[in-house]
């Protein structure tokens, strides 16, 4: 029995020891897994500083896109007569603003129309841009047409509440060309009252720019109509 014994307590090292040896180690198994969580960590932190770097470098802050003038909602962009373009050859002011009708006088309720030339005698055009009033209550201004010669008109407006029309013509740059004469909008008016209705620039709001923004303007002249 005790020879049992000696051979049960020899044997149980031995069993320790395989039992030892056939357990798996953890530790190298968490300290992989610690690896990989880490590197996760830093890709998400990575992606979100890049993010933010984004956001700030789109992030601007908003800009006013119209002015007030005279009553009038004016664009951002500006008026033909702050367009300088620097060395440009001086040029001679001899370009103006005219109104024509077919006739002198109309009948109340009777629709005419009014047109605006400009007139550059050959020079090179950027822009024009003018202000007319006339008497609200002597007649009525309709939906203006614009001419064919400029491409963009980012003011066009009449109000007839305070009798004023305000255009701004520009010319695209690779468009720009010599101007002789031609018809910046065509007004519908139509009589309200009996008497004369005139029909006149405001001379600080008018300008014809040269190419380089020199203003040619030199006069802008009125119109008066005879209502019956």
């Known amino acids: 029995m005790t020879d049992n014994l000696n051979q049960t307590n020899n044997l149980k090292p031995a069993i320790n020891q395989s039992q030892t040896k056939d357990l798996p180690d953890k530790k190298p198994g968490?300290?992989?897994?610690?690896?990989v969580l880490v590197m996760i960590g830093g890709v998400l932190i990575l992606f979100g500083l890049l993010a933010g770097w984004l956001w700030l470098s789109q992030s601007k802050p908003e800009t006013s896109q119209k002015?007030?003038?005279?009553?009038?909602?004016?664009?951002?962009?500006?008026?033909?007569?702050?367009?300088?373009?620097?060395?440009?050859?001086?040029?001679?002011?001899?370009?103006?603003?005219t109104i024509s009708a077919d006739q002198t006088d109309y009948n109340i309720g009777e629709t005419f129309n009014l047109t605006i030339v400009v007139k550059?005698?050959?020079?090179?055009?950027?822009?024009?841009?003018?202000l007319l009033t006339y008497d609200p209550q002597a007649v009525e201004v309709g939906s203006l047409q614009?001419?064919?010669?400029?491409?963009?008109?980012?003011?066009?407006?009449v109000d007839?509440?305070?009798?004023?029309?305000?255009?701004?013509?520009?010319?695209?740059q690779d468009q720009t060309r010599p101007l002789d004469q031609a018809v910046l909008i065509t007004l519908p008016v139509t009589g309200l009252k009996s008497g004369l209705a005139s029909f006149t620039f405001v001379k600080d709001k008018c300008h014809i720019a040269?190419?380089?923004?020199?203003?040619?303007?030199?006069?802008?002249a009125p119109l008066t109509i005879e209502i019956n």
């Open 210 to 220: 040269a190419y380089g923004g020199q203003d040619l303007l030199k006069e802008a």
């Open 146 to 157: 614009l001419g064919s010669f400029f491409s963009l008109y980012p003011q066009k407006k």
């Open 67 to 97: 002015t007030s003038t005279s009553g009038f909602n004016l664009p951002a962009s500006p008026s033909p007569r702050e367009i300088n373009i620097p060395s440009q050859p001086k040029v001679e002011g001899q370009a103006s603003f």
């Open 120 to 130: 550059a005698n050959g020079e090179k055009v950027d822009g024009a841009e003018f």
């Open 30 to 35: 968490l300290s992989k897994q610690l690896m």
């Open 160 to 172: 007839q509440a305070a009798g004023q029309v305000r255009i701004i013509a520009l010319q695209k």
